[in-house]
């Protein structure tokens, strides 16, 4: 489709430019008619290069209001990682992105602001909150299963009456008898309107709620948001379908991609039936499939698809990589022996030329990703960790305490222009944080507690370089180059609190997610005992080795050097410098400029021409920074 006397940014970007080397399936799906299209978009799929074209090319074609555009995402990277693809068309103004929460938060502030009402405050404990209702059975444990418990019926919008018997007819146990359940229930939320205090449950019930009883709002909510797109749609709970519905008028603007395949999160209230049923909104959607994976390699999806087919679910998804490395399958002895092997496989993954955040361990259960991490440490290999101690805390203590917008820009330089505070100080870390809060809210009142909502809902918290052990739920929407799977066996997946088939239908959807995160090697693990318990491979598993592996030291000669540090390569260096460079003017993440593996696959390859940087990176990127990016390669090299 072309139009006539497109309108174009400052760069040259049109509507027909934004398409540029996008597949036959990608561009049905951005250039889609106006109203409600539902893109089938399966793992790798590019569903982040085909939502922000989407937006683009709407803007451009003169087809939406970019001002009136709200995108809606899972995560704060996500969000993130939108908005810095957007930039790159330079577009005459900008959507509105953000999670389901942020975006909730900023309309009952709204709402609360317009008619003079104060603020509430985001719980900042709510394990102490919990444990005041329940009294003395707060000492018999149960606390966190609790809160998920009434996390759970907020995100099914159940009144505590209701929730003990829906939660048990959900097959979810409840964790005190009926009875007392519904009392202590009862009394968290009482507890919370009394202390002025909400969590983040609240923001969308009250959004939900308000527009239900004042059609007004729901009025407002529509003429802001013309435009709506949402991401991961297939992860919806029925409370975040409300508010989606909220947000809609009845013939709505909608684009939503989600992949039924990776539908993770039922036991957090998401069902996976509303992603089918969207469609039936109020008109005919269009529907677009995207099958081709651009992430990983064929050997990597016929693994990940056959693990779905054993549970006889079936995923439409094909490799457009050449052929890859073989997926090693890892028989361990017990705990003790994978984790050895990890350390190693591990070591030997980074001493190939990979950086540590090229490098990910993925597991079913927190506890055996913690037994990964300390064995990592202890052999000095750098984890990357989101948690935060004491200290961070503190900072968040002190920066929520503040009573204004003047007194949060001083508390910001004190501590960001002494010179008496580094990068690694949680003070520092808070105190940038406040200062790209005032920079996102320049108009309007805010204080310290405005600032611990959006810190909690809206802020992209960056983490420092290293190997990352996370869990399958934890790894959904992110990717490496090298992977292990660690732990896919019985007892653990299927995990062996699933007994419904449902259940167990999710925990092969699990399966396919944590494997489909690797792009170029992939290392499946298993033991033989856990915990002193027999386990053996996970049904899910389309094949398994019949034998521990051994391996065999390597020479002292190899590890000698194996322990030296590498000298970087000066080209590397000088891309690295650039990229910050570049972060810092555009007010984004590194990682949104070049990927740590884009850069290393320049550093490979030397470019020379835009052509050639289109090939490592995207034809967007390369018509704005391969002049610059050849000039720099240039002049380290000497060309």
Request: hydrophobic fraction near 40%.
């Amino acid at each position: 489709m072309t139009f006539l006397h497109q309108p174009q940014t400052e760069s040259g970007h049109t509507a027909d430019s934004v398409l540029a080397g996008l597949d036959t399936q990608q561009r049905e799906a951005v250039t889609a008619p106006v109203g409600i299209v539902v893109v089938r978009a399966g793992a790798g799929s590019g569903k982040t290069t085909v939502l922000t074209r989407r937006i683009a090319w709407r803007t451009l074609s003169g087809t939406a209001d970019i001002e009136k555009t709200l995108a809606i995402t899972f995560t704060r990277q996500a969000a993130t990682e939108m908005r810095t693809r957007l930039a790159r068309f330079e577009l005459d103004g900008r959507p509105t992105i953000g999670t389901f929460h942020a975006i909730a938060r900023r309309l009952m502030l709204q709402n609360l602001e317009d008619r003079n009402k104060r603020a509430p405050v985001i719980v900042n404990n709510r394990s102490s909150l919990m444990s005041s209702c329940m009294g003395d059975d707060a000492k018999h444990g149960g606390v966190i299963d609790m809160l998920s418990a009434i996390d759970w019926a907020h995100a099914h919008m159940i009144a505590p009456d209701a929730a003990a018997s829906a939660l048990a007819s959900a097959g979810i146990k409840v964790p005190l008898p009926a009875l007392r359940f519904t009392e202590v229930f009862k009394t968290y939320e009482q507890t919370k309107r009394k202390r002025g205090v909400i969590d983040l449950n609240d923001f969308m019930t009250s959004v939900v709620n308000e527009a239900t009883r004042e059609p007004r709002f729901a009025e407002s909510i529509r003429f802001q948001y013309r435009h709506v797109s949402v991401d991961e749609a297939q992860d919806m709970n029925p409370l975040q379908y409300a508010f989606l519905k909220v947000l809609l008028p009845a013939n709505p603007d909608v684009f939503l991609v989600g992949d039924p395949n990776q539908a993770i999160y039922g036991f957090n209230g998401a069902d996976k039936d509303l992603f089918d049923s969207l469609p039936g909104f109020s008109t005919g959607a269009n529907v677009v499939s995207l099958p081709s994976n651009y992430r990983c390699t064929p050997e990597i999806v016929k693994i990940a698809v056959d693990s779905l087919a054993k549970d006889g679910q079936v995923a439409d998804a094909v490799s457009q990589r050449p052929s890859g490395a073989v997926v090693r399958l890892e028989r361990c002895a017990t705990e003790a022996a994978e984790q050895q092997l990890i350390t190693k496989l591990v070591t030997r993954a980074h001493s190939s030329d990979r950086s540590w955040s090229d490098i990910s361990v993925l597991v079913r259960i927190n506890t055996v990703a913690d037994g990964i991490r300390d064995q990592l440490i202890a052999a000095g290999i750098p984890v990357r960790s989101s948690r935060r101690g004491g200290a961070w805390a503190r900072a968040v203590a002190a920066a929520t305490s503040l009573t204004g917008r003047d007194d949060l820009a001083t508390w910001a330089a004190d501590i960001l222009d002494t010179g008496e505070y580094t990068p690694d100080d949680a003070d520092f870390q808070i105190a940038k944080l406040v200062r790209d809060f005032l920079d996102a809210h320049r108009s309007g009142g805010v204080d310290g507690r405005t600032f611990g909502s959006w810190l909690v809902t809206s802020a992209d918290i960056t983490e420092t370089d290293g190997v990352e052990v996370l869990t399958f739920h934890a790894a959904k929407g992110r990717e490496w180059s090298y992977v292990i799977v660690a732990g896919m066996e019985k007892g653990l997946l299927p995990h062996r609190s699933a007994r419904t088939g449902a259940a167990r239908s999710e925990e092969a959807r699990l399966a396919y997610v944590a494997l489909t995160r690797a792009a170029d090697e992939l290392v499946v693990t298993w033991t033989d005992q856990r915990n002193t318990k027999s386990s053996g491979p996970s049904p899910f598993l389309p094949s398994v080795t019949t034998s521990v592996p051994v391996i065999d030291a390597p020479p002292e000669e190899l590890r000698r050097i194996a322990r030296q540090r590498p000298q970087q390569d000066p080209l590397e260096v000088a891309l690295e410098e650039w990229r910050q460079q570049k972060a810092r003017i555009g007010r984004m993440e590194p990682n949104g400029i070049l990927t740590t593996s884009q850069i290393r696959n320049i550093v490979r390859d030397k470019p020379t021409t835009e052509e050639a940087i289109t090939d490592i990176t995207d034809i967007i990127f390369a018509r704005r920074y391969a002049a610059e990016l050849i000039a720099t390669i240039d002049s380290v090299l000497g060309r």
